[in-house]
Nanobody, 121 residues
Framework: QVQLAESGGGSVQAGGSLRLSCVASGDIFRINAMGWYRQVPGKGRELVAHILRGLSPNYADSVKGRFTISSDYAKNTVTLQMDSLKSEDTAVYYC???????????????WGPGTQVTVSS
């Protein structure tokens, strides 16, 4: 079993900052990628940022220059520093990880339960 636990959501005024953190635990042999997605009611889940092991991060155009993703695969963690927040950043943010549970296991996609981010204008 693998679990992802998010922390750091909350409410902030436009222009403010929040930092989201996620830690993966359980049966983990190797993490290939970690990232963040977000979803608002009535819409699909969209990529915010993700980082593949050993490669540079990728960002949605809407957050480039404002959000920074970083990962520590030795600690199974990923963080998302969100600056210059806008009301349109309001959403539930989900941590995502692509994990091999064992040396002969297939890669599997895991999700955290989500954390609410609310930006008021």
């Amino acid at each position: 079993q693998v679990q992802l636990a998010e922390s750091g959501g909350g409410s902030v005024q436009a222009g403010g900052s929040l930092r989201l953190s996620c830690v993966a635990s359980g049966d983990i042999f190797r993490i290939n990628a970690m990232g963040w997605y977000r979803q608002v009611p009535g819409k699909g889940r969209e990529l915010v940022a993700h980082i593949l092991r050993g490669l540079s991060p990728n960002y949605a155009d809407s957050v480039k220059g404002r959000f920074t993703i970083s990962s520590d695969y030795a600690k199974n963690t990923v963080t998302l520093q969100m600056d210059s927040l806008k009301s349109e950043d309001t959403a539930v943010y989900y941590c995502n990880a692509l994990i091999k549970a064992g040396p002969w296991s297939s890669l599997a996609n895991y999700w955290g339960p989500g954390t609410q981010v609310t930006v008021s204008s």
